[in-house]
């Protein structure tokens, strides 16, 4: 009785530790594109409780991975969830191996309006920042009629983000 419950339990587990099927077609398909790669490796970066502590927003052990080829990193891969108006919505951040971002992606977006945050146009206001930037909504990046919420959080997200990349460079996990 016990056996086939600790079974069960063991597998969601598992489960609950990898890219869903869906969000992970997306996220290859924009690391090809974006590093004009076609085979790569995709492993998880795993941070250490005492660094985690430090973090503005804590790493989970399934959204951040290293990108590498032939076991040379070529950069990172940070995926997440951000709220927007009564929902949320899924985003990825590519970094190159200096920890400059290289593209931004809105990977499911769950709304009916705000969508415009997954323009190329709007996202890409993002490449280039690394953890010494500050980005400050409606200053550094352009405001959205219509998504506010929604371009605010994800604004809010990459900032976080960049903050959380100074603390695990600092401390070697990157």
Known sequence: MFLP????ITSIG?????????LKKKVEKE?????????FTLDK????????????EKIKEDNLFKIAINE?????????KAPSK???????????ENLIVAKTKVLIYREDYGGEIGSKRWLKQFIGKTPKDK???????????????SASSMTIAVN??????EILHQNKVL
Request: aromatic letters at 12%; proline letters at 3%; zero cysteines.
């Open 5 to 8: 419950f600790l079974a069960i």
């Open 14 to 22: 598992l489960v609950s530790f990898s890219i869903p099927k869906r």
């Open 31 to 39: 690391i090809r594109k974006t590093f004009s790669v076609e085979k």
């Open 45 to 56: 970066v795993i941070v250490p409780d005492s660094i985690n502590n430090q973090l503005k």
């Open 72 to 80: 040379k990193t070529i950069g990172y891969a940070f995926l997440d």
């Open 86 to 96: 009564t929902d949320e919505f899924d985003y990825l951040i590519l970094l190159d």
């Open 135 to 149: 980005l400050r909504y409606e200053k550094d990046i352009v405001a959205i009629s219509g998504a506010t919420i």
């Open 160 to 165: 976080n983000f960049l903050k959380n990349l």
